[in-house]
């Protein structure tokens, strides 16, 4: 009977332990994807840049992304996406190629992927705002 209570009660602690981790995980990223909502993403010049590849990385938890820009005559001449943490957000995956052909950052969002489009946008944002370019 005591083994009983005891197993109990154990269950309890480790349900209690797993709800308060997955509120204070919401918590973080309700706030994080609230600060998301608000960043502006500015456009940069690339008159300045020099040739070469260029990663950068933002992230704003749950959505995270990786990307590698290659420069050339300065103009964009690539971006890969190299990792993107997204949810359900893996339609704005789209955007690289979209900054890439506006060669601008100022591009629209993808509907329903609005956090993945931001963070993506950052993260070549990042990449351009870099100094240590590697050469090509």
Known sequence: MKKRYLVLIIAIVVLAAGALTVKILFSK????????????IENVDLSSAEDGVYNGSYSAF??????RVTIKDHKIEKIELIKHNNGQGEEAEIIPDMVTEAQTLDVDSVSGATYSSKVILKAIQNALLNAGAETI
Do not use: G
């Open 62 to 67: 749950p959505v995270s992304a990786e990307v």
């Open 29 to 40: 990223a309700e706030t994080e994807l609230k600060q998301l909502a608000n960043t502006k």
